[in-house]
């Protein structure tokens, strides 16, 4: 059997590589033709994923051929879909890219196909919108071709070890697309799980998020009246911390493509649904971690006030500005706001990241210094400011 | 040397029992001078408290005395309080237990002495109220003898097992009363740690219970949004969670002398500093689960619809009354206001509880009924309806 997965990003290119290296012919459809060229040639575009650089000289260009053409994958019976989705300013989901992909399988799709969703999606996506963009394009009635979702759970840099060992779900939209998809799926994930529609799989993915979204909102709301009532937060949540409490870490807010997307999904369904009072605590959490940035920003001017300038004059140096330490993306990275948050201010702000060269600094419109040369330095992950 | 427990209810006993069981020679001071005698003899006033029974057969009378007379303590050179702090209906802190105790104290303090209160209290109480009260009383200075805090962590039924393996912490109001603190302490509790201060040791305990009442807000809620979507929260959860993911059951509400007051420590303390915005994940979170009682009220009417009989004639029996499953305590329990609710519009509800009798609940003003002779059954701990 021969299986296709479109999108070859942080999470597709992992998965392709982890079904190639499982005995299945896999086709990777990317838009990128310059990374599908690299990945033919056995070349690894994401250094960073531990064990992807061996898979894919193992398997590039050989059982896995990336391309940008769908029609290069006609033959396959299994579609995996794992493009991005993105919010917009509103926080409503921006379908395009996903509905671009799914109306592509649809125009390949055969009798007898199934497809299987992996991108994290509002719920009941899978049941309404795949299946009749999949539908409206093949000409074909689901039931003649089978639907499920099993939504990603990786980490970048750990992508390959979490699909060989961390739980995976699975859901069909009908029994039949259930169980097929599952006993696929099991042969490259051995740690799958059935789970009993689409629907639950998508939940249960989104109400992860959730539960990180929020721990981290109380951990900064926690930081916050610590730092009122004079207490280290930081000696409190050793303690406070057992078999029984799991107090997360403060932050500048949460970035990247995920957490900080999902809470918005339920948020935004149940407003649809008219249950505004329905998602409060997801608001709520939302919006304390949004506001973050501004805290740390007003907590650097503040620390600026010791140097002995005037505060105009004052070199800033934000260190660290990808949204995760390690990762090298700046999607929704708050550590990026802080800084923009005091370059509005008219201050001298100037930002440093080991992940990031000085050009690609430059090339977003920022000042780059090295933390030795500012006057004071704001580190991100560690939420810790030193003066010179 | 010989120490004094002030309080000997849940928390106290379990402890005095624990001391004395460790070599002490203990003095339990108790208002109830009934409860006193019992102990005296030996017998255990709560029996589901594992393990007391033997150490109270062991000690009770011997090295163990209790009495309701704080002169009686007066040769203890330790005075550990542990009595309850309530708090008003406006969810301020009703001190007046405590400022009895602490004051009664103060009057058979002596120069040495130490001090240590346990009972959970609002921020900085220990360095103001508790430090104030005993000077005032022993006309002596504080140096003179010595306070510190550490926060009970008992849970019903498990408090000596908790007290002998469970970590606990003890802050000083300074130096040397944090040591002498915790090198007694330690004789009785091994797994002690030191921390920076009684006002760290306060916050440790009141943000434990901020992450359980913030994680059962967030259970309810997305238990609410999973029954808006048609999902079964239950399944959801179960493959939601994993090492990395906790989320913790959906409830009536929560009850109890403990989780839902300490938010509210926080919240006032923090309102009283003028910082309102500061604890609006801890203040939503109360909200959630304080609905949640008119929330299954509500469901339980609509439950009722489907008997076959007009609304006002349907028997509801609400099974399960106390604030927890289990321990025979009402305090706080929301499983009674949901009962509560369906009483006051008008409808015809009884009242089960495996662990409270017919009088008791009648002397309550309730009504019993076995669940098999009503026409439908709520069960409060595992939130299912039944009808007949």
Not at 26 to 46: F, H, M, S, W, Y
Not at 93 to 104: H, I, K, Y
Not at 302 to 320: A, F, S, T
Request: proline share 4%; aromatic share 8%.
């Amino acid at each position: 059997m021969k299986i296709a997965v479109v999108g070859l990003g942080r999470a597709g290119l992992p998965l392709a590589a982890v079904i190639a290296d499982s005995g299945f012919e896999v086709i990777g459809i990317d838009v990128d033709a310059q990374k599908c060229e690299l990945i033919n040639k056995g070349v690894n575009p994401i250094p960073e994923e531990i064990g992807l650089d061996e898979l894919l000289t193992k398997h590039g260009g050989k059982s896995l051929n990336a391309t940008p053409r769908y029609e290069d994958a006609s033959d396959c019976s299994m579609f995996i879909v794992i493009v991005p989705l993105f919010v917009d300013e509103d926080h409503n989901p921006d379908f395009s890219v996903l509905e671009t992909a799914l109306r592509a399988v649809g125009r390949i799709l055969k009798k007898g196909d199934i497809v299987v969703l992996e991108t994290t999606v509002p719920p009941r996506t899978t049941e309404t919108r795949i299946k009749k963009w999949l539908e409206e394009e093949s000409g074909l009635t689901f039931g003649e071709f089978l639907v499920a979702h099993s939504p990603e759970r990786i980490m970048t840099g750990y992508s390959i070890s979490r699909l060989k060992e961390f739980p995976k779900i699975i859901g069909g939209l009908d029994e039949e697309s259930g169980k097929r998809a599952f006993e696929i799926y099991k042969k490259f994930v051995p740690n799958i799980h059935r789970v009993s529609s689409a629907r639950v799989a998508e939940f249960i993915k989104l109400i992860e998020g959730c539960y990180r979204d929020v721990n981290i909102a109380l951990a900064n709301e926690l930081f916050k009246i610590a730092g009122e009532l004079g207490i280290n937060f930081y000696e409190a949540r050793e303690w406070a911390n057992h078999e029984y409490c799991d107090i997360h870490l403060p932050s500048t807010g949460v970035g990247g493509h995920c957490i900080p997307l999902y809470p918005w999904f339920l948020i935004k369904e149940l407003e649809r649904m008219g249950k505004f009072g329905h998602a409060r605590l997801l608001r709520t959490s939302r919006e304390i971690n949004d506001e973050m940035a501004e805290y740390w920003a007003e907590k650097i001017v503040l620390e600026c006030l010791k140097v002995n300038k005037p505060l105009h004059e004052v070199k800033i140096c934000v260190r660290g500005i990808t949204y995760r330490e390690g990762v090298k993306q700046l999607y929704e990275s708050r550590n990026l706001v802080v800084a923009k948050r005091l370059m509005e201010k008219g201050l001298k702000v100037y930002v440093y990241d080991e992940l990031v060269s000085e050009d690609e600094i430059e090339d977003m419109g920022l000042r780059f210094c090295k933390p030795e040369h500012a006057d004071i330095v704001f580190d991100s992950f560690r939420l810790t400011t030193r003066i010179k």
